[in-house]
DNA sequence: GCGAAACGCGAGCGATCTCTCGTGTTTGCC
DNA sequence: GGCAAACACGAGAGATCGCTCGCGTTTCGC
């Protein structure tokens, strides 16, 4: 197990470990700004400030770089969002877990805008589009469980789409939240936890309506 | 005025009208599974069925297919969100108004799936990134007016944030409907319009106490 | 029916991009 | 110090793509 930590891989020296990270920061740059697509590797290796033969040293073609890249931003997202949610307890109020959830989200994807970019465009790896999709999944799974603690016996299709919908809104108002700055970014934080707030609340009142309802029924 | 319907164009024939809505259309297909950068002219003039040349003989590069399609399509949408927004009348219900709206905007994207394939793209040409944010200012101004409408005297900063969410919340809620068919699409298109009026409806209710409280204060 | 112009073809030019290769340099280990 | 391996370089091979050009075909106005 302690042998060969990556398959196959020549024995890395502390340079070349320190020329991948250089290397992968300069491909987050370049993908933010030109998408995976159009994005050379020659203008990655460029901006890096090394030369093209020195990223195939560590890079066996583009696709790996995205990939790499991509693998490091989900498993630290898939960390930021597993402790967050693992942290809300379904008696607290709605609107105090929507809030640090938000809080949290938003506090990544600011610290690494690339993740928005590189996740989101039509253009990206299939690879990386697999990978994505099992982030989402794993995501919605979360979401899905965290709803039906709110809302327990809720029929399985109802929270499996509100579930959607809350990924669906926090994406389009992470969206906005990045396209400003300072004062106006905070506002539309704000917005984003009003959004999902009035979303979740009546459902919560209808459940603990018809709730009482059975409870008073069945005495 | 009557000359020259476009500048400097060979005099068309009948046949050409149809290659180019023939070569459209094989674009609109390119493009929606390839995305625009990916897509080669040799593959849309393959999908038209015809030449390279034949092709180069109506557009003179790969952008401007982009850009004729893409006019097409934003003219139409103009017409149908002005429409869709010109028929809502303050007084009614908003919930009502944003039914209509919605059913409006959903229809027109569910027929027309290049457009949004086409214009949420981060490789889309610059010409086209131009129409598409003058288009979205558009939208943006007449979705604040009605905001406006039914909420008089509100900041307009407020407003404006407030019409970007609706924007921003009906794009994310369009990607969930798209995505989805028959009944489960239905039920998107009703969860969306759930979390406008949600959105919207304490905005409403908190306007008119404060305006019921001026009123009261003032006789 | 005849001439001009629009239409249609497809080989291929030039530019660009990914990735390779031969060679030279630095590092780790004895 | 000396050797093997990792690191670094950059010219360019190979592939692809946007687009052109020369030439043949169809259509239109007269």
């Keep these: 197990m302690s042998v060969d930590q990556e398959k196959t891989s020549p024995r890395r020296q502390a340079r070349g470990e320190r020329r991948i990270a250089q290397l992968l920061e300069a491909a987050a740059n370049v993908f933010c700004t030109t998408g995976y697509t159009a994005s050379s590797t020659n203008a990655i290796a460029r901006e890096a400030g090394v030369s093209p033969g020195t990223l195939y040293q560590f890079f066996p073609n583009k696709e790996a770089i995205a990939i790499e890249l991509g693998d490091r931003l989900i498993h630290q997202m898939r960390e930021t969002t597993g402790e967050a949610l693992a942290a809300v307890d379904p008696s607290t109020p709605l609107e105090e877990a ?43 799974g979360q979401v899905e469980a965290l709803i039906a603690a709110f809302l327990p016996g809720a029929p399985a299709a109802d929270v499996t789409r509100t579930a959607h919908l809350c990924l669906g809104l926090y994406k389009a108002g992470l969206e906005l939240v990045l396209s400003h700055e300072g004062s106006e970014r905070d506002a539309y934080v704000r917005e984003l936890k009003n959004v999902l707030i009035r979303y979740l609340e009546p459902l919560l009142t209808e459940y603990r309506a018809t709730a009482d309802l059975t409870t008073t029924r069945t005495p």
């Design 98 to 140: 929507i809030g640090t959830l938000v809080d949290r989200f938003t506090a990544f994807s600011c610290q690494h805008p690339v993740f928005f970019a590189l996740m989101h465009g039509p253009d990206i790896p299939g690879r990386l589009t697999e990978e994505h999709d099992a982030l989402h999944a794993h995501l919605l």
